[in-house]
């Protein structure tokens, strides 16, 4: 298995991300012998279907080359106009072969790790010219599988060639008591024929060669478990920072709340573990405010302000769970709890001014789905 510059094993498949910036780079699984034996097998046919308009095409040029009349003879412009007439000619008759190789190159290329275009991959790396790398990628794995497959090409298109002669020696052999016409367009036959053959047994290179260069280029790209964790911090944050920040969040937002609780109106409580601060104006809001909230410290800190600042406080245990689980801070309180809000807080202005009133907590109206925490 691979292991890092330090040492430590790859064991971890690639993320996404070390994905991502190797294809930026333009490091990405290619595999040559897919796109040779595409070329190949293109060429092959495109020559069987179009081999012989080729051929009639290039005997055209060639006699139109060598027929020359006196006025071409002695006249330089006629001379010269006949042979860009030529070159024209033997171009448009290459080009639809030449189109074809073009996009069956990019297309084949592009069959292994889709088509990719990075500036960086054309970047000069004057790493490469370390005459040690040099010699360190000569004896590396990939180093031995281009060797290898080098020979397995050889060795297979010599096999298959040998084999295409033997079986078709007799028909080589009729040839020479042929007219000149018909042994050129036999042999033309067979030669096609024979590239086609040879063609189609480089699909066994390139069978093997595809996996071989996925997996490879996978494990280039594996990654230790240091690896993957320094990722994690750099996409995720580092996990002690992220707590620091969140704990300084919670204090700030606690101690906007201690700054409002001299505002409200009623402080709703447990009566220990959970303290709900609330201020409703009739005028100016369609429902009562949390202005703070809190549970153990916090709640205990809210029940000081509110005893400094002679607010009053009632002690709901149900209510004020409701209120703590189901409400935000500077939020108007949940729709479901109007009722025994209003109920605390008529019983709470009834107080101020002075009026004997007592208020039933225990029958007030909470929905038995606010009760518990959700």
């Known amino acids: ?29 290619r595999s040559k012998e897919l796109t040779t034996f595409l070329m190949v097998i293109s060429a092959a046919l495109f020559l069987y279907f179009f081999g012989s308009q080729m051929i009639a095409s290039f005997e055209t040029i060639m006699v139109g080359g060598l027929s020359l009349d006196r006025d071409h003879a002695y006249d330089a412009k006629k001379m010269l106009d006949n042979m860009l007439a030529l070159v024209v ?12 190789m073009l996009f069956v190159a990019i297309v084949g290329s592009s069959l292994l790790g889709g088509f990719n275009f ?9 790493n490469k010219l370390n005459p040690l790398s040099g010699l360190k990628r000569m004896v590396s794995m990939q180093a031995l599988m281009e060797l290898l ?20 020696l007799g028909e080589v052999m009729s040839i020479g008591s042929q007219s000149l016409h018909a042994a050129l367009a036999h042999a033309a036959k067979i030669i096609v024929e024979a590239f086609i053959l040879v063609s189609l047994a480089l699909i066994i290179i390139a069978v093997i060669d595809v996996p071989f260069q996925v997996i490879q280029h996978t494990n280039k790209l ?14 995720e944050g580092n996990p002690e920072v992220k707590a620091r920040i969140r704990q300084i969040q919670r204090e700030m937002s606690q101690r906007r709340m201690m700054q409002r609780v001299p505002d409200a109106d009623v402080v709703i409580t447990n009566p220990t573990h959970y303290s709900v601060a609330l201020k409703y ?19 205990a800190q809210i029940r000081t302000a509110a005893l400094e600042n002679q607010i009053p406080i009632v002690q709901a245990p149900q209510l004020a769970r ?10 108007p309180i949940p729709h479901a709890l109007f009722k025994a809000v209003a109920a605390v807080l008529a019983y709470v202005f009834g107080l101020k001014e002075n009026k004997k009133q007592k208020l039933d907590v225990s029958n007030l109206d909470i929905p038995s789905s606010l009760k518990t925490a959700p």
């Open 89 to 100: 000619t033997s171009i448009m008759m290459l080009l639809p072969f030449l189109l074809l």
């Open 322 to 331: 409701a209120l703590y689980y189901n409400s935000e801070p500077e939020q």
């Open 222 to 235: 594996k990654m230790t478990k240091q690896e993957v964790k320094e990722e994690y911090k750099q996409q």
């Open 118 to 126: 990075s500036t960086e991959a054309l970047a000069p790396k004057f």
């Open 149 to 168: 497959k080098a020979l397995g090409k050889f060795g297979l298109v010599l096999a298959v060639a040998i084999a295409f002669l033997w079986y078709s």
């Open 1 to 29: 298995m691979a292991e890092s510059e330090d040492g430590q094993e790859k064991s971890e498949e690639p993320s996404e991300k070390k994905l991502r910036e190797a294809r930026e780079k333009g490091d990405i699984a």
């Open 281 to 299: 104006a009739p005028d100016s809001m369609d429902a009562p405010i949390v202005l703070a909230l809190g549970v153990d410290f916090m709640a």
